[in-house]
């Protein structure tokens, strides 16, 4: 049996049947770090004392019949932004290289608590924002799908590790579509929860009103059990939500039969960077979840570019607020490609970021209505398949092939599903979109997409086979 | 806001921005930092001179009464 071709939900079943255990989970996890890691460089660090004791931990109590849920004895690791007690975490940096948290992460204690084994802390762009770089302590991670090409960011280890067979589920951060991208580009599940959803404590800021946690996962069903766990008010974090959190699972199987799904076509058709394969994916999508009883209608938002304006003009500024006294003082110990992003901040005057901030509420106003006309949206998640390293893009420029921000502006939860493999063999997606609190929504339109369009036969890379 | 400045008046703009901010920048660096303001500088015209004195920023807040412990 190969442990890690196992769902999160399978793997628990095979635990309780006595068919494997943690330790097995754990040890073929790390086994195929060891193997894959070295051309893949997803792990910054990997925990194998840590995982082995969480592991071992984890097959005491269920043969004492402590069970903790879905998650326990399931192998996982995270972005290296999120504190982790007595683990070193760096976010990348050198700014941080000595940095060793005294406290977990609430998202670290959460599946601590829930018996997850942790794997180790994985790559990031620099700051969850610069990169891919090569002129940082460690090197970037590259796509299992073809190594020669970036795995989008800045959650770049999160989808190497996953999509490579390293471990069904790994954290990210998303401040402009930090889990949907890497997910779109490494044919993945990617959750950007609801904001509020889930806490930020613990995890080295970006921008504090666009910073979301959410898992990357090989399915929609692991993402959703995960969900399940991290999900829930945390008074000591300011955004945190005081709202229930429903069963993910309970309708996930539920089909999109009458559901009514709009579609913001004007986003993606018009844009100059829209490749012809992602276009066709989309629509070809569109075709399966009609056929399987949803209404599926093109509506109107407003422009794309006034979304993209807000984020980033809401981005750098906080950003730089964040970072103003080592940018001053230690320029040189940031990356490139972070430095001279970060000091745009600078450049932002305040009412710039007001005006952005008006935008925000009127653009979230605009993506409300429309969900109250439609049970969710489904749009692009990038308008290319990954690009090579040699062939970067700036997924803050204007003319950013992700289309992933709007709802780091509006707040809105919004999961990139895979959808198909382009004719280069790099994966496609597509963004289900849903109103405020309903990841349970779209999980269910995530999970019909990923069965109608087939993407549950598609063949993992063979680098990883 | 109008039409971005041409070239040289952007980087007079970017240079007096970043030295109030305390930040200097390797000559190295000037020419991809400039042209990412310039395409922010675009992304900042878009938002300027579209809302009214009614438009209200999103970080408005509602406090709420004290609750009874």
């Known amino acids: 049996m190969d442990t890690q071709d196992l769902s999160i939900a399978e793997m628990g079943r095979a635990l309780r049947a006595g068919a494997v255990s943690a330790e097995l989970l754990a040890r073929d996890a790390l086994a195929r770090v060891a193997a894959r890691d070295p051309a893949l460089m997803a792990f910054v660090l990997v925990t194998e004392s840590r995982a082995l004791a969480d592991a071992r931990r984890a097959d005491y109590e269920l043969r004492a019949g402590r069970d903790r849920g879905p998650m326990h004895g399931i192998p996982y690791a995270l972005k290296d932004i999120y504190d982790t007690a007595g683990i070193r975490t760096t976010c990348h940096s050198k700014l941080r290289i000595d940095n060793v948290p005294a406290e977990d992460s609430v998202v670290a204690a959460k599946l601590t608590e829930a018996g997850g084994v942790l794997l180790g802390k994985l790559a990031t762009h620099e700051f969850a924002i610069g990169g891919p770089s090569f002129d940082l302590p460690f090197p970037p991670a590259r796509n299992p799908w073809n190594p020669a090409h970036i795995t989008g960011g800045s959650s770049s280890g999160s989808g190497?590790?996953?999509?490579?067979?390293?471990?069904?589920?790994?954290?990210?951060?998303?401040?402009?579509?930090?889990?949907?991208?890497?997910?779109?580009?490494?044919?993945?599940?990617?959750?950007?929860?609801?904001?509020?959803?889930?806490?930020?404590?613990?995890?080295?800021?970006?921008?504090?009103?666009?910073?979301?946690?959410?898992?990357?996962?090989?399915?929609?069903?692991?993402?959703?059990?995960?969900?399940?766990?991290?999900?829930?008010?945390?008074?000591?974090?300011?955004?945190?939500?005081?709202?229930?959190?429903?069963?993910?699972?309970?309708?996930?199987?539920?089909?999109?039969?009458?559901?009514?799904?709009?579609?913001?076509?004007?986003?993606?058709?018009?844009?100059?960077?829209?490749?012809?394969?992602?276009?066709?994916?989309?629509?070809?999508?569109?075709?399966?979840?009609?056929?399987?009883?949803?209404?599926?209608?093109?509506?109107?938002?407003?422009?794309?570019?006034?979304?993209?304006?807000?984020?980033?003009?809401?981005?750098?500024?906080?950003?730089?607020?964040?970072?103003?006294?080592?940018?001053?003082?230690?320029?040189?110990?940031?990356?490139?490609?972070?430095?001279?992003?970060?000091?745009?901040?600078?450049?932002?005057?305040?009412?710039?970021?007001?005006?952005?901030?008006?935008?925000?509420?009127?653009?979230?106003?605009?993506?409300?209505?429309?969900?109250?006309?439609?049970?969710?949206?489904?749009?692009?998640?990038?308008?290319?398949?990954?690009?090579?390293?040699?062939?970067?893009?700036?997924?803050l420029a204007s003319a950013s092939p992700m289309q992933t921000i709007p709802f780091n502006v509006t707040g809105h939860p919004a999961m990139s599903v895979p959808v198909g493999l382009a004719p280069n063999g790099l994966p496609l997606s597509v963004q289900i979109v849903g109103r405020p609190f309903d990841e349970a929504m779209v999980f269910r339109i995530a999970r019909a997409v990923e069965q109608v369009t087939g993407w549950e036969d598609v063949a993992l890379p063979a680098f990883a086979a | 806001m109008p039409n971005p400045p041409a070239a040289e008046i952007l980087d007079a703009e970017l240079e007096t921005l970043l030295a109030r901010a305390g930040i200097r920048l390797p000559d190295l660096r000037r020419d991809a930092v400039r042209a990412a303001y310039a395409d922010l500088r675009g992304q900042i015209a878009l938002l300027h001179g579209r809302y009214g004195p009614a438009a209200e920023p999103a970080n408005v807040f509602r406090l709420s009464p004290a609750e009874d412990k």
Not at chain 1, 178 to 205: E, H, M, N, Q
């Open chain 1, 160 to 395: 190497a590790a996953v999509a490579a067979r390293m471990v069904r589920m790994a954290m990210g951060s998303d401040t402009g579509g930090s889990i949907r991208g890497p997910a779109a580009w490494c044919g993945l599940a990617g959750i950007k929860p609801t904001y509020g959803r889930v806490s930020r404590r613990g995890v080295f800021p970006l921008s504090w009103t666009l910073d979301h946690c959410g898992p990357l996962t090989r399915s929609v069903e692991d993402a959703a059990i995960t969900l399940q766990v991290l999900a829930g008010h945390d008074p000591h974090d300011p955004a945190s939500a005081d709202v229930a959190v429903p069963d993910y699972r309970a309708d996930l199987e539920r089909g999109v039969s009458r559901l009514r799904i709009g579609v913001p076509r004007a986003f993606f058709a018009t844009a100059p960077a829209a490749a012809p394969e992602v276009l066709a994916a989309i629509d070809r999508t569109i075709s399966l979840l009609r056929d399987e009883g949803a209404a599926v209608e093109d509506i109107q938002l407003p422009d794309y570019a006034l979304f993209a304006a807000a984020g980033r003009v809401i981005m750098m500024p906080e950003a730089f607020a964040i970072h103003e006294a080592d940018m001053q003082s230690r320029l040189a110990d940031y990356g490139e490609i972070t430095a001279n992003r970060f000091v745009l901040g600078a450049a932002v005057t305040a009412v710039d970021y007001i005006n952005a901030l008006r935008a925000r509420r009127d653009l979230t106003d605009a993506v409300n209505a429309a969900l109250g006309r439609y049970d969710a949206l489904l749009t692009a998640s990038a308008l290319a398949p990954a690009p090579r390293f040699d062939a970067p893009v700036d997924s």
